[in-house]
């Protein structure tokens, strides 16, 4: 594709209500990174895969927060049970797997937990 | 303490002006620095990268490090409304880790 892609641009949940959050790489890209931003936060780390290995899970705020990636391709970020505090927009980021390589970013997923 | 530090903002000038945004890191092996920026609604995008100390130019817009004293700036001449973003700093992986790390971003708005 173009770019990053991710989706739903804008989800509005209830609390305790799971959600689950998409995202399609730039083909051919296999690192893959989930980060969190917060209103008038930086980017904060949560999940990194990389083509076949075991992810870096060591962002993840709690257990609540799950993440996968089927084909090397397609991610899913999973959130359970949310949590007001879970509101923020989830960016996706996509690269070739080279040290301090540049990032592709998606336009995130704006999340409302009510 | 947070591996980059930057300046909160927001900041606000009118046209023409110059415009320096500033970060600061804390582990010293530290040797490529990257600028990302980021409009309202959409992803951050790499603007600059500078290896090392010293001064890194493209058109209007100047990456500087300085090692001494774990500094690093951005600098936008003829600064215009089209600039008005957030712009975050980025550092390294450190450790075992593979992912950059960001600053807090600054909210930059460029007065027409």
Redesign the interface.
């Known amino acids: 594709g173009a770019g990053?892609s991710q989706s739903p641009s804008n989800k509005v949940t209830e609390k305790g209500k799971d959600v689950e959050l998409r995202c399609d790489p730039i083909s051919g890209h296999t690192?893959l990174?989930w980060?969190r931003q917060s209103l008038?936060?930086?980017?904060e780390?949560l999940i990194?895969f990389?083509g076949n290995s075991a992810p870096?899970k060591?962002?993840l705020p709690s257990d609540r927060f799950s993440a996968e990636r089927t084909g090397g391709s397609v991610s899913t970020l999973t959130i359970q049970r949310t949590q007001q505090e879970d509101s923020a927009v989830y960016?996706c980021?996509s690269g070739r797997g080279s040290?301090?390589e540049?990032?592709?970013?998606?336009?995130?997923t704006q999340l409302s937990v009510l | 303490q947070k591996e980059v530090e930057?300046d909160?903002g927001p900041l606000s000038v009118p046209e023409g002006a110059i415009v320096s945004l500033n970060c600061t890191y804390s582990n010293s092996a530290f040797q490529?620095f990257m600028w990302y920026r980021q409009y309202s609604?959409?992803?951050?995008?790499?603007l600059m990268?500078t290896y090392s100390s010293g001064n890194k130019e493209d058109g209007r817009f100047t990456a500087q490090v300085d090692k001494s004293s774990k500094y690093i700036s951005l600098f936008i001449r003829d600064s215009q409304p089209s600039d008005s973003a957030t712009y975050?700093c980025a550092t390294?992986?450190s450790g075992s880790?593979?992912?950059?790390?960001?600053?807090?971003?600054t909210q930059l708005t460029v007065l027409p």
């Open positions: 990053v690192a990174y980060y008038g936060q930086g980017l780390f990194y990389q870096d060591s962002g960016l980021a040290p301090n540049k990032l592709f970013f998606g336009s995130g | 930057q909160p490529y609604r959409k992803g951050p995008e790499l990268y975050l390294p992986p880790a593979r992912q950059l790390t960001f600053g807090s971003g």
